[in-house]
């Protein structure tokens, strides 16, 4: 819904603008220079007039010469502190508002980021940014320099004939309303050109991103069509956006025309009649003519505010959002002790703010009990959408439970600072994110002042040393957006050196291998065996292989525990489990060629052995 104008304006004021304050004053000051340079132009064509072209005295021709150049090189000064003036301001407004909307969006939730398209953030921090940059600068400029110039140059007008101004400015006042008009439709218009541009920066995102998937499906032609969909609404949107901010031209034209024809029929007869000289009449219409420009201006000034109001809308839009997961009053550091996890009776449902939904919607979990005793390694099974991933995600409170609760060594998670707890919580999943930095910034990544040889030895314990120093430039590799110039394998084993050097006491698996071949499996399997050692560690597999020697297993079914125990124990039993087992093993039972089921489980198994010590 939109927001009125002139609160948005006090909000720009009071939040952007009134810190440079002192900068506009200054500039203002300029603008007064520049402005009374301009009225003093209009005045000094009398002069040249009566007494150079009319009364032919030398004399004068020197004096006024000498006072014209000087009041162009005033106004030339003046003009250009204002420009630099007004541009440090804009420029600042800018930098300033897209580092606070950064920074906003850092804190916000995970599900704000899953609600949001990336590409449509990113045009708020560009797109609108700029927008709102653009017209701040002009709306303070016009404000400013076209205001006072108008000012000068009517008092100028007032003071050499008060009937023949009064004459010549009373057509404007029927411009308001139409005016007034066009910045209304401005800001409807503008409001839908930032939110297609959105749109197109989101499917720029996702295409880019997914530049293999689209070339494999043979989709370039098909993604070119979407895109030439959403240029074609743009190009109109904008079309129609310059036409309606086109619309006061023809207005103060006509009635520019208007006035001046006024004018020249009046003065024309005073002059005609002895009234006025020659030279105070065209030294009124100097006037007159250079009123008209800052007049015109400001017309349109509306429309240009408008267009900075939508994008300051959405800007705001995003900077009111507040975090739902923030720390609770009173929160405590916490320290992990030795780090026993349990979850006593949660339920969570997705869109509810964690809670249960006012309107039919499933729960993701439905009174989840677990205990994932400290030190040792719990892995948690089941289908797709069981609720696994949602049961890791509260941990380090990327959600909130909506009942029951979370604690880490009898601490319920949300009685803890956020900062204190994923500082305690290391984290490798199979969306490996790597930065387009280099392999020794993504290792260090989070370990702000880690040493040389502490980026090493974690490198080294997660088996990546030997091939970062195969690399081009060795540690000085940068791996490319995403870690594209780097194999899946690579990428995994620098997400575990990552977690070795935070040396967090508590560690989450999400399907750290499921993306890796058997060779590459082999390295990562040793490496997540060394960083496992001696700590609390959650897993998430669907290949059971890599599960079988946990301490626990778990088999979550409909965001409920099914059953637990060991692997043995639940072979035994007979039952999710096992059925899972079944599925996975059984028509491999006895391969033993390499890369088969019994060669897998051996492996993981022995990792797993490796990892309690």
């Known amino acids: 819904m939109p927001v009125a104008s002139h609160l948005l304006v006090r909000r720009l004021l009071r939040e952007h603008i009134r810190p440079h304050l002192p900068l506009i004053l200054l500039a203002l000051v300029f603008m007064a220079l520049a402005a009374a340079a301009t009225a003093a132009l209009a005045k000094l064509m009398e002069p040249v007039l009566d007494q150079v072209f009319q009364a032919r005295d030398s004399s004068a021709l020197k004096t006024i010469g000498l006072a014209v150049f000087g009041v162009f090189a005033v106004k030339g000064l003046a003009t250009y502190g204002q420009a630099v003036a007004m541009s440090r301001v804009g420029l600042r407004i800018v930098t300033e508002m ?154 103060m034209e006509t009635l520019g025309g208007v006035a001046i024809v006024v004018v020249i029929l009046y003065g024309g007869w005073q002059v005609i009649e002895g009234a006025r000289t020659t030279g105070a009449f065209f030294s009124f219409v100097t006037a007159l003519l250079l009123a008209y420009e800052p007049l015109k201006r400001l017309a349109g000034l509306n429309a240009n505010l408008q267009e900075g109001l939508a994008a300051a809308q959405r800007v705001f839009d995003i900077l009111d959002v507040r975090p739902a997961i923030v720390d609770r009053a009173g929160a405590l550091p916490l320290s992990v002790s030795p780090g026993h996890i349990r979850f006593e009776g949660v339920r969570f449902a997705y869109g509810a703010g964690g809670g249960e939904p006012s309107s039919p919607m499933p729960l993701a979990l439905a009174g989840i009990e677990l205990d994932i005793p400290a030190g040792r390694t719990v892995a948690l ?23 029951g609760r979370v604690t880490i060594d009898g601490v319920d998670v949300r009685d803890a600072t956020l900062a204190s707890l994923r500082a305690q919580i290391g984290l490798v999943s199979q969306e490996i994110v790597l930065f387009d930095d280099t392999v020794r910034a993504n290792i260090a990544y989070g370990r702000t002042g880690a040493t040389e040889a502490d980026i090493v030895a974690a490198a080294r314990a997660a088996a990546a040393d030997e091939f970062i120093r195969v690399l081009p430039q060795g540690y000085d590799t940068v791996v490319g957006a995403h870690g594209v110039k ?83 124990e639940l072979m035994a039993r007979g039952g999710s489990y096992a059925r899972l087992y079944a599925l996975q093993f059984e028509a491999q039972a006895g391969a033993s060629s390499p890369g088969g089921a019994g060669e897998e489980t051996a492996l993981a198994a022995a990792s797993v052995r490796r990892a309690r010590g």
């Open 98 to 251: 897209q580092q606070r909307l950064f920074a906003h969006l850092l804190h916000a939730d995970l599900a704000y980021f899953h609600d949001n398209a990336t590409g449509g953030l990113i045009a708020r921090l560009t797109n609108d940014v700029g927008a709102l940059r653009q017209a701040v600068s002009n709306t303070m400029t016009s404000i400013g320099k076209d205001l006072l110039t108008l000012i000068f140059l009517v008092g100028l007008m007032f003071y050499q004939d008060w009937l023949l101004a009064c004459i010549a400015f009373v057509v404007f006042p029927t411009a308001i309303l139409p005016i007034a008009k066009i910045g209304r439709r401005m800001r409807k218009v503008s409001a839908n050109t930032q939110a297609e541009v959105a749109r197109f920066t989101t499917l720029i995102d996702e295409v880019f991103r997914g530049a293999r998937v689209v070339k494999s499906y043979g989709m370039e032609a098909q993604e070119a069509a979407r895109a030439r969909g959403v240029t074609e609404q743009l190009f109109r949107l904008t079309y129609k956006a310059a036409r309606v901010r086109s619309g006061a031209h023809p207005i």
């Open 381 to 403: 099974v089941g289908p797709s959408g069981a609720g696994k991933s949602t049961i890791m995600n509260l941990i380090p409170r990327f959600y909130d439970v909506g009942a």
């Open 486 to 568: 780097l194999s899946g394998g690579q990428r995994q084993r620098l997400a575990i050196a990552r977690a070795m050097l935070k040396n967090a006491p508590i560690l989450l698996l999400d399907e750290a291998t499921s993306a890796l071949d058997t060779e590459s499996e082999r390295a990562v399997q040793a490496a997540l065996a060394e960083l496992m050692r001696g700590r609390t560690t959650l897993v998430i597999a669907h290949r059971l292989s890599t599960v079988i020697a946990a301490d626990r297993i778990y088999v979550i079914e409909a965001g409920r525990v099914a059953e637990w125990g060991s692997h043995a």
